[in-house]
Every structure is written in C-alpha cells, then in structure tokens.
C-alpha cells in the first residue's frame, strides 16, 4: 500500500498493475482533528459557511467562515465583526466543526443553503448596534449555531449546566468529590 500527502488529507490506495485501487480519501476534517489556521485554510474541504471552533486553553471560541480567508464572530465586547482567520486563531489550533450531533439532539437542522448562512453572518456584522453579549446565554456559539441552523445553542453551557448540576447534588449529598471540567468542558468566554 503507498501512502501519500495530498494537501491536507491523507490518500491510501493499493497500486495494481499500475492502477490504484481502493482509493480512500482519510480527510482531517473527518477525523475531527485540531491545526494550524494556515492548514485549515489550504484544506479542500472548507466551506463557506463552515463554523469554526478555535482551542482556547480554559475554553473554545467560534467563528463562521465567509470565504476569503475571512470568519465573523461575536467578540466579548458584544461586537460582530468579520477577521481573518489567521489574525483570530492567532498561535492556537481551530478546527470545522459543526455541531451536528448536538443540532440533531435539538431537532435542529441546517439553514437553506451556505450562501443564506453567510449572507445571515455578513448581515450581521454589518449592524453597527451593539450585541447583547452574554458569556452563559448569548456568546460566541450561540451566534454561530445561529447562523447555521437558525436558533443559538451553546455546548459548552450544556456542559456547564451539567457540572453545576453534579456539582450541587454532591454538595447536598456531603460529597467532596464535586466533579471539575476537563479542559475540553470549560465554558466560553469569548
């Protein structure tokens, strides 16, 4: 089997008689992988109106992809703003990801069409008005889950909400075993 580097994905194909077979695309955005800004940027496979998780080291922050190397997203300042995504990953790793498991536990599905997604995130960083923002119901993944399926939702509240919750049930039951977030749990301030 020869492996080779084909921009960001991997490709696996057995050569037979000088012909591939079982060509198979091992692609980084299926594997769910974190990278640099600059690899997401030369992946095939981005796609205007693609929500982007960007790691931050006590949470995430997100962004929707408007093509032309450029995101919009909600800062803590209660800004939208449009960036580019080198300038908001910055050093650190980001990621596609569009919470489709979470969306599909919601009922939730994707807006129209790409096109309508980034027409909705452009739109709204053109208002010049300022955002309600709101680091437990109204932050950076609410905006994006907005843009995409239409109504805000945020996974690391979700996770939050559960810590709390175990949190005070242990403290009623005398329990010193509160459970703590994981770095992968922390809540989004951005």
């Not at 921009?7 to 050569?15: F, H, T, V």
């Not at 919601?106 to 010049?128: D, H, Q, T, Y």
């Not at 309600?132 to 993944?141: D, K, L, P, R």
């Not at 979700?158 to 810590?163: A, E, K, P, Q, S």
Request: with cysteine; net charge positive.
């Amino acid at each position: 089997m020869s492996i080779a580097t084909v921009g960001i994905g991997i490709w696996s194909a057995k050569k037979v008689d000088g012909y591939e077979k079982d060509r198979k695309l091992i692609h980084r955005r299926c594997q769910n992988q974190f990278v640099s800004a600059q690899e997401l940027l030369t992946d095939d496979e981005l796609e205007e109106g693609d929500l982007i998780e960007f790691k931050r080291t006590r949470y995430q922050h997100w962004a929707i992809y408007v093509g032309n190397g450029e995101v919009v997203h909600l800062k803590n300042t209660g800004r939208i703003g449009s960036d580019y995504l080198i300038r908001v990953a910055g050093k650190g790793l980001c990621r596609v990801n569009l919470l489709e498991q979470a969306a599909k536990n919601r009922g939730l599905k994707r807006r129209k069409s790409r096109k309508e997604i980034v027409n909705f995130a452009k739109k709204m960083s053109g208002v010049s008005y300022k955002v309600s923002y709101n680091v437990y119901s109204n932050n950076c993944e609410h905006f994006v889950t907005s843009c995409f399926y239409g109504t805000g939702f945020s996974e690391q509240q979700d996770i939050l909400d559960n810590n709390v919750t175990i949190r005070a049930v242990a403290k009623l039951r005398g329990s010193s075993s509160a459970c703590s977030p994981s770095s992968s749990q922390r809540l989004n301030y951005n």
